[in-house]
């Protein structure tokens, strides 16, 4: 016999968790469903920008966010080789200016973040199931998913299949939903550091120097999530037992004084190491099935947006689903021309920002320190963070053509 609900929901991540959630507490029959039985540090997003932030707000999530620790930070500084650490303390930038009502980005470490999400949906009804393992996804006219759990076949129908299981997505290759990817541009290297006591628990930082770039997010109690960014080339650089100690020590940056903080810290959790590009789905739906989050297609984590896409994808799908009479015939066209500009738009400010901050040598160099000179005296240069921080809508159309782009690296304009 087969179990009904108004969704079954694929993958209790951040996006699943927080759809089942939202849709539960609207009073819905739910199913989510979970493979790991443990959320583990894979080391995933635990920074959401000004405007993700919003979009947490606007479904509700907020106060859940900040009872389960949630903190946010309030200053940012770009320290690089070519600048004065001096002067990039004194203009270092204040965080709650991008967003109103919102006081800065939200740091909350990613599996607590994951739990949280997924004991919110338990308490607001969800059926939700950990252990998990799916063996048919069939989207289309009548929606249905088989799994195993507990040692048996289980099978579930609905409406519609939501598709929130990452990266890999098994609901994207049911659907027959094609996933584009472009080039990777750099390795990206996070950790978790632990005795970093000293380094303000209110201040971002990015910075380069030599053959790598950092950032740093500190998550309240001395703790601090660092990635480091270096040339492709460089693949086995932190590889073997020793890898965290050298990524760590990496991290010893004349342009950046406080980097001895996280030098002196102790690695707090695993060394992962991913190659950063961004990928896309032209259209996130098909019959019976719609996908959120990273399944949609990610943003290189460059520039930290994976979240904020995720959380406005679940309010887009959920206040659809909410006005929707029939679950059946909901019409996603619209997050998909919504998603498609927005992906656009960080695709653009990403590749920006990763050819300016993770590429080394003596080009490179003087194109960082061309930028960062005309910021002092034409701010405008660097409205491609506003996509970042305030929302891709928030910035200028102009701001995302090739002519933003040469204007900001100093080249000839290309196609
Ligand atoms: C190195 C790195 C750093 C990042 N830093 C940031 C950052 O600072 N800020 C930011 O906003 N974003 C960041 N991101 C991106 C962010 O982590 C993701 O965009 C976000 O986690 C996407 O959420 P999701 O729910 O779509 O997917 P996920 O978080 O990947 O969750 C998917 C869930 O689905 C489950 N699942 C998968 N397959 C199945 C299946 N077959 N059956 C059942 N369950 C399944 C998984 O176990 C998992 O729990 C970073 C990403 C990387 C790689």
Redesign the pocket.
Known sequence: MAAHYDAII?????????LASVLARDGRRILL????TV?ED????????PW?VKEVQRIGLYGTLRDAGGHHLARHITYDETRDPAVAEQTAMPLAMFVPDVPGPLCIG?PHH?QTLFDEAVRAGATTLRG???TA?RPGATPEVT?QHNGREEVARAPLIVG????????RQAAAITLHQDKPHHW???LLVEGAGQWPDDLQAIGTEGDFGFLA?PQGHGRV?V?GGYALAQRQRFAGTEGPRHFLDAFAMTSSPGNRFLVEGRPAGPL?S?F?NDSWTDEPFAPGTVL?????G??D?IV???????YR?VRIVSDILKAAPDWAKADFRPFGEERRERMRRLRFAAHLQAALDMEFGARARARRQRYHDMMLTDPSIGLHGMAVMAGPETAPAEIFTPEHRARVLGEEVTA
Do not use: M, Q
């Open positions: 694929v993958g209790g991540g951040i996006g699943g968790g927080a469903l979970e493979k790991s959320y894979h080391v995933r997003g635990e920074w959401i920008a993700g990613h994951c998990v393992n799916i996804i799994y929130a299981d990452g990266r890999l997505s098994e609901t990206f290297t996070g997010f999530r990635y992962f991913y950063n959120i989050g990273d399944a949609a990610w943003n984590p930290g947006l994976g979240l904020s896409i995720t994808d």
